[in-house]
């Protein structure tokens, strides 16, 4: 419970007293928007850490290696947790924004961090405005944002992954950006699998896998890889021990 409380009360404070420095941020991305994202994602990037010492979490990192310096990036990983959000953010070696369910508007104070670090919210109901969002996602990535994609569309509380949805891939394909798969392991448990949603202190395993570029591949390859993902990230999860 007190863990709980630690981090409601870090996350509030954090939101509310670094409100003047999101409308600079907001200001700033106007002129120079990959500038404000860099600024932003330093900042929240700060923020999650905070919240991660809040929950006692204990990280386990394989394949950081995997990881290029040097340019923007796709994420593609299963969803468990708001966590898995939270971890990336903190793992990443370069800005990286996220690919959100347009849900996430509707919380309070949260959409303007959001937006701050370069996510994108994404309408899977609207397939016009799903295009607008890819297109406008795989601009950011030539712009040398990298982006987290967690293509079953919600939390998945399960020992199966959900279908996932590979529209999303496409940022990569056009942008030339490599994707790199996330396997996370344990990550629910941190928050959403336990009684009264209580922070429990947990050891997760976060696995990157070796970059791959669609762009770079022929067409029924191109295709192969993208049905492979979910078998892949379950093979990596498959051999992860807790």
């Given at each position: 419970m007190l863990r709980l409380i630690f981090a409601f009360l870090w996350a509030f404070l954090s939101m509310?007293?670094?409100?003047?420095?999101?409308?600079?941020?907001?200001?700033l991305a106007k002129k120079k928007p990959m500038k404000a994202w860099t600024k932003a994602w330093k900042y929240v990037r700060g923020f999650f850490k905070g919240l991660l010492f809040c929950a006692g979490t204990k990280i386990e990192v394989r394949?950081?290696?995997?990881i290029p310096e040097d340019r923007a990036v796709l994420f593609v990983g299963n969803h468990r947790s708001y966590f898995d959000i939270i971890i990336l953010q903190t793992l990443s070696k370069t800005p990286v924004g996220f690919v959100a369910k347009k849900e996430f508007r509707?919380?309070?104070?949260?959409?303007l961090y959001i937006e701050d670090i370069g996510s994108l919210f994404l309408d899977r109901e609207n397939v016009r405005k799903s295009l607008e969002t890819i297109n406008e996602g795989t601009e950011r990535l030539k712009m040398g944002l990298s982006l987290s994609l967690f293509p079953e569309g919600t939390r998945n509380h399960g020992k199966e992954l959900l279908p996932f949805k590979p529209g999303g891939y496409r940022m990569a394909e056009k942008s030339d950006s490599p994707i790199i798969l996330v396997a996370m392991t344990n990550v629910g448990r941190i928050f959403e699998e336990n009684k009264f949603h209580f922070l429990r202190r947990r050891h997760v395993i976060i696995e990157f896998d070796k970059p791959a570029y669609p762009s770079?591949?022929?067409?029924?390859?191109?295709?192969?890889?993208?049905?492979?993902?979910?078998?892949?990230?379950?093979?990596?999860?498959?051999?992860h021990s807790v």
């Open positions: 509310v007293f670094s409100l003047p420095v999101h409308f600079y941020w907001k200001h394949g950081a290696e995997n509707s919380y309070p104070l949260l959409p770079r591949m022929e067409k029924q390859e191109r295709k192969d890889y993208y049905n492979a993902i979910p078998k892949r990230i379950q093979e990596i999860l498959d051999t």
